[in-house]
Each structure stands twice: as structure tokens, then as C-alpha cells.
């Protein structure tokens, strides 16, 4: 059974920085493409980051260059780096396989004042 355990989220202002935790289990998240999401109630769930097997990373515009993905294979665990943090960052943040196969996990809360 997979369980994805999201953490790190928190209360910043703005221009701070976060870094959120995505620890896996039932998958290897090295052989994985990975995601980080996000979703403001009323708002449908965007996708924000992504991470392939070789390791190829892709963002969006509204985070490009603020957000970073990374892996650490040993501890079988996903990071999202956010800095340059926005209150339109505000969100709650969900990492999840692409394709998804599993439900979603109970997400970290990000929010960031102005």
C-alpha cells in the first residue's frame, strides 16, 4: 500500500522560506516520477513540481526559480525547496506519483502572510 507522509508546512512571511518532506512508502520513489501540488480551497489541485527518474525537474512559471524538487534516495523521501515565498503560495501542498495510483496523502499547510 502506498503512503505518501507530507510535512514542513507552515506559518512565513513573505520572501521566507520553506522546505517541505514527502516520505514514501510502498514505492521507490527513485524509479518514480514524483510531484509536488498544491490547492487553495475553491481552486483546483496544480501541479508545481516534478522530478523524473534521471532526474529531470520541471516548474511552472508562478514558481519557476523560487521552487526546487530534489530526492533523496536513501531515505526514499521527496523535497520541495520554496523560497521567495508569496501569500499566493498559500496552499496546501501534496506530493504524489505521476501518474497517481494511490490516494491523495493529507497534504501540508503553507501559509504565507503579506
Known amino acids: 500500500q502506498v503512503q505518501l507522509v507530507e510535512s514542513g508546512g507552515g506559518l512565513v512571511q513573505a520572501g521566507g522560506s520553506l522546505r517541505l518532506s514527502c516520505a514514501a512508502s510502498?514505492?521507490?520513489?527513485?524509479?518514480?516520477?514524483m510531484g509536488w501540488y498544491r490547492q487553495d480551497p475553491g481552486k483546483q489541485r496544480e501541479l508545481v513540481a516534478s522530478i523524473t527518474i534521471d532526474g529531470s525537474t520541471n516548474y511552472p512559471d508562478s514558481v519557476k526559480g523560487r521552487f526546487t524538487i530534489s530526492r533523496d534516495n536513501a531515505k526514499n523521501t521527496v523535497y520541495l525547496q520554496m523560497n521567495s515565498l508569496k501569500p499566493e503560495d498559500t496552499a496546501v501542498y501534496y506530493c504524489?506519483?505521476?501518474?497517481?495510483?494511490?490516494?491523495w496523502g493529507q497534504g501540508t499547510q503553507v501559509t504565507v502572510s503579506s
Open positions: 504524489a506519483c505521476i501518474p497517481r495510483t494511490h490516494s
Open positions: 510502498g514505492i521507490i520513489v527513485r524509479v518514480r516520477t
